[in-house]
């Protein structure tokens, strides 16, 4: 028995609870484990799950961030294709600093898509393709909070193992010095 296995919840590996120390601990007669080895290959497998939150926390905060740009894009794409007339709109054109634009009607916009790529779409294109987007980051966020809170879980279970092994060795170490 590891104290992680098989991989089970979207590619973040399952750590198994220690339930028998003994056991664990006195399990392979060929390979005698030390305290100091086992404490030291989980506190590595818990630097990995930490590893893994602050990669998924970071993830989490962009996605959380294009989510309202991505409705306020589409709110606009929808304003558009339901106005087929001019309109005076005030636009961002850097950090604190707006500027007022006629828009005249039109059946094309410009999505800018990142890495310094636009392209031109017609409105309905547009009001599809934000839609499926906006779509496709509430359900990763959705993904992002489960595999977040699945790995808090293995993260729990390897700092309570981490006690658990620490204390049985505090243990066999306290009886072996009061047999001397």
Do not use: C
């Not at 305290?35 to 905060?61: C, G, H, P, W």
């Not at 990763?140 to 977040?148: F, I, P, S």
């Amino acid at each position: 028995m590891t104290a992680v296995t098989t991989k089970e919840h979207r590619g973040i590996p399952k750590a198994i609870f220690l339930e028998d120390v003994d056991g664990y601990m006195n399990e392979d007669a060929k390979e005698e484990k030390n305290a100091t080895n086992v404490l030291q290959s989980f506190d590595e497998q818990l630097q990995k799950y930490k590893y893994m939150e602050l990669n998924l926390i970071q993830r989490k905060k962009r996605l959380r961030a294009q989510i309202p740009d991505i409705e306020k894009t589409l709110e606009i794409v929808e304003h558009m294709l339901q106005k087929k007339e001019e309109f005076n709109t005030h636009f961002l054109l850097s950090d604190q600093v707006h500027a007022v634009a006629k828009v005249p009607p039109t059946e094309k916009v410009f999505l800018w898509l990142g890495a310094n790529t636009m392209l031109e779409y017609s409105i309905d294109e547009a009001v599809t393709l934000l839609t499926k987007n906006l779509n496709t980051a509430v359900v990763n966020a959705g993904q992002l909070d489960e595999d977040l809170e699945y790995l808090s879980n293995q993260i729990t279970t390897m700092e309570v193992n981490m006690a658990r092994v620490y204390n049985w060795d505090f243990k066999r170490r306290k009886a072996a010095a009061e047999k001397k």
